[in-house]
C-alpha cells in the first residue's frame, strides 16, 4: 500500500478562496446547530418534566431528514447553488428566531425543529455536489468532503461542552438564539464568498416532487451507484449500535459521568485520526484500496463486547470502529465518479438523508433489542450482523466494479442488465 503524502494535501484545498468561505460557513452552523440541539431538548425538558418529549425533541432532528432529503432533492439541481445555500440558511435562522420567542407552545418548537431538519438534507447535498464546482471532481473534492466531516465529528465534541457551559450561565431561550447568528453568519458567507454559476438542470421543468422522486429512482435503479449509497449506509446503521446504549452499558459497569464521557468521545476521536491519517498521509490510490477491506471490517472491533469489556477494552473497540469510518474518503471518489453530473445534487441529497435515516433507524434498534437481551450481547450482535451484512455489500461492489472495468474494455454499458 503507498503511503506516499498526496499532492498538496489539505493545504492545497485551503488554497481556495471559495473553500475557505465554505469551510467557515460549514463550521459556524454546525457549531450552532449542536449548541441548540442541546439547549432546545433541555427547553423541552424544563417546560414540560417529559423524559419522553425531550428525547423525542432529540430525535426529530433525524427523522424528518428522509421525508426532505426524497421529497425535495429535485431543488438541488434545479435552482442555483448559491441561491439554494443561502435561502437554506436564512429560513432555518427564520425558524430559530420564531424558536426564542417567549410563548411558543411545544408543538411550534417541535413543529419548527422538525423544518430545519427537513431542510438540512438539501443544503448538505446542495454543497457536496457544489463542492465539485468548486475543487472539482477529482482529489480535491475527495480532501474537502474529508475536512468538513473532520470538523463534523470535532463540532460534536466540542460543541456538546460549549451547549453545556452556555446552559450554565443563561437561559435556554438564549443559548438556541446563538444558532440564529450562526445561521446568518453562514448565509452571509455564503453568498460573498462563492460563485454564483447555473443550475446544473436549468432547463427542468415540472413539478418539483415529480422530479425529486424521479432523481431518487434514477440514483436508486442504478446497480452501481444503488451498491455505492449502501455501503455509505449499511455500516453506518450498524456502527451506532454502542453509542445509543452508551448510558445503560456504563450503568453496567458500575461507572460515572467520567466513563460516560470517555464512551461518547471515543469514537469520534478515533474517525478523525484515522480520518486525518488517510488524508494526509495516503496517495489518492491508495484511499480506494482501502475501501473494500475496511468497510468489511470495520465492524469487527464490536465484537469484544462479546466479553463484556471494561472501560479501557470498550473505550479501545469505539475507537477502532470510529477509524474503521475512513473507509468513505475513498468511496466519496467512486461515487461521484459514478453520478451524472446532472443528477448530482438530487443524489447527495438522497446520499445525506439515508445516512441519517439510517442512523436513526439503528440507534432505535439497538434500544428495542437491550429490552430484551443485556446490552453488551446487543452492541456484539451489531457488530457480527453488520460485518456479515458489510461483506455482502462489498461482494456486489466488487462485481459491479468488475462488470464496469470489463464493460469500459469492451466498449459495453456494464449496467445494462439493470436498466
Known amino acids: 500500500m503507498s503511503k506516499n503524502p498526496a499532492p498538496g494535501g489539505y493545504g492545497a484545498v485551503f488554497a481556495v478562496r471559495e473553500f475557505r468561505f465554505v469551510f467557515a460557513a460549514h463550521l459556524l452552523s454546525l457549531l450552532g446547530v449542536v449548541v441548540s440541539e442541546i439547549a432546545l431538548t433541555y427547553l423541552v425538558y424544563v417546560l414540560t418534566g417529559s423524559p419522553l418529549l ?11 431528514y428522509l421525508v426532505g432529503g426524497t421529497l425535495l432533492a429535485g431543488v438541488a439541481d434545479r435552482y442555483p447553488a448559491r441561491r439554494v445555500l443561502v435561502v437554506c440558511d436564512l429560513l432555518c435562522a427564520g425558524c430559530v428566531g420564531v424558536m426564542v420567542l ?4 411545544i408543538a411550534g418548537l417541535l413543529a419548527l425543529r422538525c423544518l430545519i431538519a427537513a431542510v438540512a438534507p438539501v443544503f448538505t447535498g446542495t454543497r457536496t455536489a457544489a463542492l465539485t464546482d468548486i475543487l472539482g471532481g477529482g482529489d480535491l473534492y475527495v480532501l474537502g468532503r474529508s475536512l468538513l466531516r473532520i470538523v463534523s465529528q470535532s463540532a460534536q465534541l466540542v460543541g456538546f461542552g460549549v451547549g453545556g457551559v452556555l446552559l450554565a450561565v443563561i437561559p435556554a ?14 448565509a452571509t458567507l455564503l453568498r460573498f464568498g462563492t460563485r454564483d454559476r447555473p443550475a446544473r438542470s436549468a432547463g427542468q421543468g415540472g413539478a418539483l416532487l415529480r422530479d425529486s422522486l424521479a432523481g431518487a429512482r434514477l440514483v436508486l435503479g442504478e446497480r452501481g451507484t444503488r451498491a455505492l449509497l449502501l455501503l455509505f449506509w449499511v455500516p453506518a446503521m450498524f456502527v451506532v449500535a454502542p453509542e445509543a446504549l452508551v448510558a445503560p452499558y ?14 461518547m468521545c471515543a469514537m469520534p476521536v478515533g474517525h478523525i485520526v484515522a480520518e486525518l491519517y488517510v488524508g494526509s498521509v495516503l496517495s489518492p490510490r491508495a484511499r480506494t484500496r482501502i475501501v473494500l477491506p475496511v468497510a468489511a471490517t470495520g465492524l469487527l472491533p464490536l465484537l469484544v463486547y462479546a466479553a463484556e469489556p471494561g472501560l479501557g477494552g470498550a473505550v ?20 461521484v465518479d459514478a453520478v451524472p453530473e446532472e443528477l448530482r445534487g438530487r443524489a447527495m441529497t438522497l446520499l445525506t438523508a439515508g445516512l441519517m435515516t439510517v442512523q436513526g433507524l439503528g440507534m432505535a434498534l439497538a434500544g428495542l433489542a437491550a429490552e430484551f437481551f443485556p446490552v453488551h450481547h446487543v452492541v456484539a450482535g451489531a457488530g457480527a450482523v453488520g460485518t456479515g451484512c458489510c461483506l455482502l455489500l ?3 461492489v466488487r462485481a459491479v466494479r468488475r ?17
Not at 456504563?250 to 464512551?263: E, F
Not at 462488470?403 to 436498466?419: C, K, M, W
Open 54 to 64: 425531550s428525547a423525542l425533541t432529540f430525535a426529530l432532528g433525524l427523522l424528518p
Open 173 to 186: 431561550r438564549a443559548a438556541i438564539a446563538v444558532t440564529l447568528a450562526t445561521f446568518l453568519c453562514s
Open 250 to 263: 456504563v450503568d453496567s459497569l458500575g461507572a460515572g459521568p467520567v466513563a460516560l464521557g470517555l464512551l
Open 316 to 335: 479501545a473497540a469505539l475507537a477502532l470502529s470510529g477509524a474503521g469510518a475512513a473507509y468513505v474518503v475513498g468511496l466519496d471518489r467512486w461515487f
Open 102 to 105: 417567549p410563548g411558543i407552545p
Open 403 to 419: 462488470a464496469e472495468v470489463l464493460g469500459v474494455r469492451d466498449g459495453a454499458d456494464p449496467y445494462v442488465a439493470d436498466r
Open 394 to 396: 462489498v461482494r456486489e
